[in-house]
């Protein structure tokens, strides 16, 4: 009798093959946009609004579980919004460097952009009271330790002259000069008038709340006659450490805790193109106007 046997066959069919191929791939990009999303990601530094903390060129990385577990706010690679979660992980602290999710032009309810990410120092919390004094800042009335490497300008802005580009819109203040003004935390009442409403309008709306003047005078908020507008979010105050030379709160308003992407964590590259070499990431008078790596940066923590 003729033997059957067929020894086993550890082949894999080509289908077979392929299919496992791009399961594979598939579960790598998956597991990446995980992480990217939730635990840690990369940004790259444009302006010099945070010199000399962070510099025009510098590769940093940020720790997204700083102050939230979260799921991830977009689909992959677009600016479409899908349901997230968000728990609360750890506090956030004045003097942290944390990047956020821009909220937008002064007067404009929505950004011209979504995904835009910027990175400033929080220098005050819900509830803070900030005023600039001849450059210096001051929270709840107090001095805070200034950054090291902090830049300002050689002389300050003249007290009586006012910027009609900062907020709040019609503030008679400059950039040396400002305020008092109160950070908006969760349940804050704000008593809103024909008078101030152009000052609160915005940050109505960006509450999802229809905000208007009615030609009597009266404000109403939701089609309902008021004065008062109950805050419905935490806000921080942030603002760069190239004092002179940043676009902050003080130009675009209060940011919303619920745009904080993570907290600036360290240095991983570090390179200087100026804009003379092609594609630039933008001009510092203080760097050598050559490309050059910035090998004494490299694993520097961001603080």
Same mark, same amino acid.
């Given at each position: 009798m003729a033997?059957?046997?067929?020894? *086993?066959? +550890? /082949?894999?069919? *080509?289908? #077979?093959? #392929?299919?496992?191929?791009?399961?594979?791939?598939?579960? !790598? =990009?998956?597991?990446?946009?995980?992480?990217?999303?939730s635990l840690v990601e990369a940004f790259t530094i444009p302006t010099g609004s945070m010199k000399n903390t962070?510099?025009?060129g510098d590769y940093i990385f940020v720790n997204k579980l700083s102050y939230f577990l979260q799921t991830p706010k977009y689909l992959p690679f677009t600016t479409i919004e899908i349901p997230h979660l968000r728990l609360k992980t750890w506090s956030i602290d004045r003097g942290d =460097? =944390?990047?956020?999710?821009?909220?937008?032009?002064?007067?404009?309810?929505?950004p011209r952009e979504k995904k835009v990410n910027y990175i400033k120092r929080c220098v005050g919390l819900p509830g803070d009271?900030?005023? !600039? =004094?001849? /450059?210096?800042?001051? !929270? +709840?009335?107090k001095p805070p330790k200034n950054p090291e490497g902090?830049?300002?300008?050689?002389? *300050?802005?003249? #007290? +009586?002259?006012?910027d009609p580009r900062l907020f709040p819109r019609g503030a008679a203040w400059n950039v040396d000069w400002y305020g008092p003004l109160r950070v908006p935390k969760t349940g804050d009442v704000i008593h809103v008038t024909k008078e +101030?409403?152009?000052?609160?309008?915005?940050?109505?709306?960006?509450? #999802?709340?229809?905000?208007?003047?009615? *030609?009597?005078?009266? !404000?109403?908020i939701d089609g309902k006659p008021t004065d008062t507008y109950t805050v419905q979010r935490d806000y921080l105050w942030?603002?760069?450490?190239?004092?002179?030379?940043?676009?902050?709160?003080?130009?675009?308003?209060?940011m919303p805790v619920d745009n904080v992407v993570g907290k600036a964590l360290v240095v991983y590259w570090s390179r200087y193109n100026p804009p003379s070499v092609g594609r630039g990431d933008g001009y510092d008078p203080d760097e050598i106007q050559d490309a050059h790596i910035r090998w004494d940066r490299i694993g520097n923590l961001v603080r």
């Open positions: 033997n059957t046997y067929k020894k *086993p066959s +550890n /082949q894999v069919a *080509p289908k #077979k093959k #392929k299919e496992s191929l791009w399961f594979t791939l598939l579960s !790598v =990009i998956v597991i990446a946009f995980i992480l990217r999303s962070v510099l025009v =460097i =944390i990047v956020f999710e821009y909220p937008g032009d002064r007067d404009l309810v929505e009271t900030i005023q !600039v =004094i001849n /450059q210096q800042v001051y !929270v +709840n009335g902090m830049v300002y300008a050689d002389a *300050p802005m003249e #007290k +009586n002259v006012s +101030n409403f152009s000052q609160w309008q915005v940050f109505i709306e960006r509450e #999802k709340h229809k905000a208007e003047v009615d *030609p009597s005078g009266v !404000v109403e942030m603002m760069g450490d190239n004092r002179e030379q940043s676009e902050d709160s003080r130009t675009w308003g209060f």
